[in-house]
RNA sequence: GCACCUGUAGCUCAGCAGGAUAGAGCACAGGAUUCCUAAUCCUGGUGUCGCAGGUUCGAAUCCUGCCAGGUGCACCA
């Protein structure tokens, strides 16, 4: 479509210029649209700014337009009406088929990709949990999102390294050591690591407020687990070492991979060389005991760099990191999926390094999102207000599988397990990633695990029915003319040959519910035309042809699903 | 207090490098199954696009001000 709205922009440059106006390509590209209803067409033009150089109603400079393109036409264009002031250009459908077709017996199914990002190298930094802290449903936005890009890049051709940035450093640690000390239980621990390690931290910030001096006690607990104290070294490891296996479930589940798992602390030897540089640059200050960056010229307030009592902070190991990955990767752009919470955090530290002479500081970008909120307000892991998400996903997996034994009794026990577990995970997934990230996710089960209408299941429904069709109709050649008999194979075509205009723009914008939304669309137009086309059954061609509708959806379908990283089961 | 984000149908949200009667899902009402899985489809919308100005041939979309909710603003991450 790209390649068409070039070629149509062309002729409409050529024909303004007939006529004393000499517009840039780009500037008539940039006015196209695409009309809300389709009986308007495929593509808009609207003419009204050219009224005043033509001195003519727009309706006339339309139809002067469609003479043009009627004396020199393009084959892909089946008709042009001129209504309103807008010129619109329908295109063939036939045509749309026809390259689909060529495009997916080229590349098969990787007819999606393109190299438009062919020897970049992107970093992704994502999930990055705290491993202080049981893996919460509020971790699952930066995971999800942070995939979705990781996998989005790749299939436009980059070299994505996804880095998960473990928290495993900093006074949360201090905190974790001083509860254990006090309170820890070896047979609790045992048991179940992570959720005995949450009781001490909701513990710790419990008696912290009666008495303040444990917050001390767990800064200094940190500063000597800094300093390499054995003691304090010993504990760490062991929570580090059994948090991490317990995250390492949770992403087998969610099917995300990273390509990195580096935790902060591995940071914390470069920290020194940090300090030196940006103090070697002038930049740093005492302020309070602690040493500081000053932002004030960029209305920021100052980033600390480190505390008074010599021990690091997030700002600094993020600069070392940046700085590391810098060397070692040499990436063009790196990502931080990171809730939005963190701006101020990300803009002084992008701007730390900028102002340290490192150019490349501008190709860093933050990925924000909003947080799930509960109706009386924030989760809080301090508090102990919080949902696991393997919980959550426990719980739509359950639902999931009681709905499948209703609708499908005759599937087997345990092919009925794990398809219940695809699409109880990829429900949730699906919610996540189908709103625009930066809006806070209101946080209610039925919300969640709702499983009607747009929804996992909704696309995974009619992913099986394709899969269904393709089972039953193995008899039927798949068939490369174009032979529409009903207008939802139009529509369908049309749909199907959108995909690629979809990931460019999630792509340009980073966000995934450009997708989402497409599928569940997609998914619409496909359930139309099946209510109304029967595939087996009919004369040859218009079987022929089906079936490859049919096939085409199915690859779309799951091309997208898999930009998403959600699986699609082939039965339900 | 200052900065940023959000405000669209009863609810959850699309649409916002300006463009045609502002669209989905949920909920509610009715209808469709001799036929590729009815987890489906079809029909039904009188919305102050938070409010007020401004720019424009044209504003949900851009600008300004205000209101409401959220987030952040030095030793947490």
Not at 392 to 399: F, P
């Amino acid at each position: 479509m790209l390649e068409l709205r070039n070629r149509l922009a062309e002729s409409i440059v050529d024909f303004l210029k007939e006529n004393g106006i000499d517009p840039e390509r780009e500037e008539i590209i940039a006015q196209f649209k695409k009309p809300d209803n389709i009986k308007f067409g495929d593509i808009a033009f609207p003419v009204f700014r050219y009224a005043k150089d033509f001195k003519l109603p727009p309706v006339n400079i339309g139809k002067m337009i469609k003479d043009y393109f009627e004396s020199n036409p393009l084959h892909e264009i089946e008709k042009i009406e001129v209504v309103g002031g807008y010129v619109n250009f329908h295109v063939s459908p036939e045509w749309m088929f026809e390259s689909l077709v060529q495009r997916v017996k080229e590349r098969g199914d990787d007819f999606f990709k393109t190299d438009i990002l062919k020897g970049k190298t992107i970093i992704v930094e994502f999930s990055s949990p705290n491993i202080a802290k049981p893996f919460s449903i509020g971790h699952l936005r930066s995971t999800v999102i942070g995939n979705f890009l990781r996998n989005l890049f790749k299939a436009l051709g980059a070299n994505v390294i996804g880095i998960n940035h473990v928290g495993d450093w900093g006074t949360q640690f201090g905190k974790l050591i001083i509860a254990y000390k006090l309170w820890g239980d070896e047979k609790e621990f045992k048991k179940d690591p992570v959720k005995h390690m949450f009781s001490l931290y909701v513990r710790f910030h419990k008696e912290a407020e009666k008495d303040p001096s444990l917050e001390d006690k767990a800064r200094e607990a940190f500063a000597r687990l800094e300093s390499g104290e054995e003691l304090e070294r010993e504990l760490w490891k062991k929570f580090r070492k059994h948090s991490l296996k317990e995250f390492e479930k949770t992403y087998k589940r969610l099917n995300v991979e990273f390509d990195q798992v580096i935790g902060e602390s591995f940071y914390s030897g470069k920290i020194e060389s940090v300090v030196n540089l940006l103090e070697q640059k002038g930049l740093l200050e005492v302020s309070e005991n602690a040493l500081v960056v000053k932002l004030d010229d960029y209305n920021m307030p100052p980033c600390l760099i480190k505390k008074s009592d010599g021990s690091t902070l997030y700002a600094t190991r993020d600069i070392a990191a940046a700085i590391y990955r810098k060397e070692r990767f040499n990436f063009d752009k790196m990502l931080y999926v990171v809730g939005s919470e963190q701006r101020l955090h990300f803009r002084q530290f992008f701007k730390v390094l900028e102002i340290s002479g490192f150019e490349w500081a501008r190709n860093l970008e933050h990925i924000e999102f909003g947080l799930y909120r509960f109706k009386d307000g924030k989760m809080s892991t301090r508090k102990g207000k919080v949902i696991f998400l393997e919980d959550v996903l426990d719980e739509s997996v359950d639902r999931i599988r009681k709905i499948m034994k209703e609708k499908n009794p005759d599937l087997k026990e345990k092919e009925r397990e794990e398809i219940a577990e695809v699409l109880g995970v990829g429900a949730i997934i699906f919610n996540d990633l189908k709103n625009d990230r930066i809006k806070d996710v209101h946080f209610s089960w039925e919300e969640v695990l709702n499983l009607d209408g747009d929804s996992g299941p909704y696309i995974a429904y009619s992913y099986v029915r394709c899969n269904g069709i393709l089972r039953n109709a193995r008899e039927v050649e798949e068939g490369f003319v174009p032979n529409f008999t009903h207008n939802s194979e139009v529509l369908l075509v049309k749909k199907l040959f959108e995909f690629s205009e979809i990931i460019d723009i999630a792509y340009r914008n980073r966000k995934s519910h450009f997708i989402a939304n497409y599928l569940l669309e997609l998914t619409r137009s496909f359930t139309t035309f099946y209510h109304n086309c029967r595939v087996i059954g009919e004369n040859k061609e218009v079987s022929s042809f089906r079936k490859t509708l049919v096939k085409l959806t199915l690859i779309t379908l799951k091309s997208g699903a898999e930009l998403l990283g959600m699986r699609l089961p082939d039965r339900m």
